[in-house]
């Protein structure tokens, strides 16, 4: 398994309140993504980063910004949480020395916002 | 809009059947297209990649295979197993600037014993 840890893996959080999920990897895998998953819509990309202090809006990049100081490090924060950011985040990395593209996951982090 | 399109939703077969996950993408640029599973609760497992160049990759009782001029690729399961229960997600890599992946919906399979 590839190792990515992501933390906290579960978080209780209320509406307005700031949040910060973390991504580490010991990988050394230059590109690093934020997903979330939700019923009924799948697999959404957040933002992601093509390298240290490189990073891009995804598709559902709204409420959130991302900060990558080191490779093994990117950090996904939601500045004021709201109740449609309840949902299973999960951090991706790819583009390792094999040049293969394949991307591989977290085990996901579950945030739910009251 | 790039789109990845997963057929069927869901699956139930009785153990030791064969069986066949289609799944099917509208831009033929992609560079790879790649096979997971998801059991509940849990993250996602890579189980195959293709590369765009390849036409098919095997793992064990998995076998992938990749058609770029007509949008489609299959996961064919042998045997099937009660194991095997989970959902299986593909996902097309495009190359836009980036290593961006566009996934399908998932098939979820249940395996009878």
């Known amino acids: 398994d590839a190792g990515i840890t992501q933390s906290p893996r579960h978080k209780v959080t209320e509406t307005g309140t700031p949040v910060t999920l973390r991504c580490h990897q010991t990988?050394?895998?230059?590109?690093m993504y934020w997903y979330r998953q939700d019923p009924g819509h799948g697999l959404r990309l957040i933002h992601y980063?093509?390298?240290?202090?490189?990073?891009d809006k995804g598709e559902v990049s709204d409420g959130y910004s991302v900060s990558r100081s080191k490779t093994e490090d990117f950090l996904l924060t939601l500045e004021s949480a709201t109740s449609s950011q309840t949902s299973v985040y999960f951090c991706?990395?790819?583009?390792?020395?094999?040049?293969?593209?394949?991307?591989?996951f977290g085990e996901g982090s579950r945030l739910t916002v009251l | 809009k790039q789109e990845v399109t997963q057929i069927p939703a869901a699956l139930s077969v009785p153990e030791g059947e064969n069986l066949v996950l289609n799944c099917s993408f509208t831009?033929?640029?992609?560079?790879?297209l790649q096979w997971f599973r998801q059991d509940p609760g849990k993250g996602l497992t890579s189980l195959l990649l293709i590369q765009s160049s390849q036409r098919e990759q095997t793992s064990g009782r998995l076998n992938a295979s990749l058609d770029k001029s007509s949008g489609r690729s299959t996961l064919y399961i042998a045997a099937s197993q009660p194991g095997d229960s989970a959902t299986y997600l593909c996902a097309g890599g495009i190359n836009t600037g980036g290593f961006k992946t566009i996934f399908g919906a998932g098939t979820r399979l249940f395996v009878k014993a």
């Open positions: 831009d033929s640029a992609i560079y790879n």
């Open positions: 980063s093509y390298g240290v202090k490189d990073t």
């Open positions: 991706a990395i790819s583009g390792g020395p094999r040049g293969t593209g394949e991307l591989f």
């Open positions: 990988e050394n895998h230059r590109y």
